[in-house]
């Protein structure tokens, strides 16, 4: 029982980072492609034309997505505080 119990943390855990890094990651995959593909037409090959589309995403989606990020990572907490008590017992 104890086993399950970490081995449910470990996975959950892992849902947990994928669920906050995930919206992220594809909005910056979706803008870096896009931004790809308008210097490959152009030929415009500045560098500072890859980076602030994808810093101006990265911030606009961490304001975006805060609120969720931060419910998941407490309801989280509050699981894993749970089964650290149902593991260690209280007396």
Excluded: H, N
Excluded at 27 to 33: C, P, Y
Excluded at 60 to 66: A, F
């Amino acid at each position: 029982m104890e086993t399950d119990l970490i081995a449910q943390s470990f996975r959950d855990a892992l849902w947990v980072c994928l669920q906050m890094s995930a919206p992220l990651l594809v909005a910056l995959l979706v803008v870096g492609l896009a931004v790809s593909v308008v210097q490959a037409l152009t030929q415009i090959q500045e560098a500072s034309l890859a980076f602030l589309p994808k810093l101006a995403v990265t911030g606009g989606g961490l304001l975006l997505l805060g609120p969720f990020m931060v419910g998941v990572l407490r309801d989280w907490t509050v699981t894993l505080f749970d089964r650290m008590i149902t593991l260690g017992g209280l007396p």
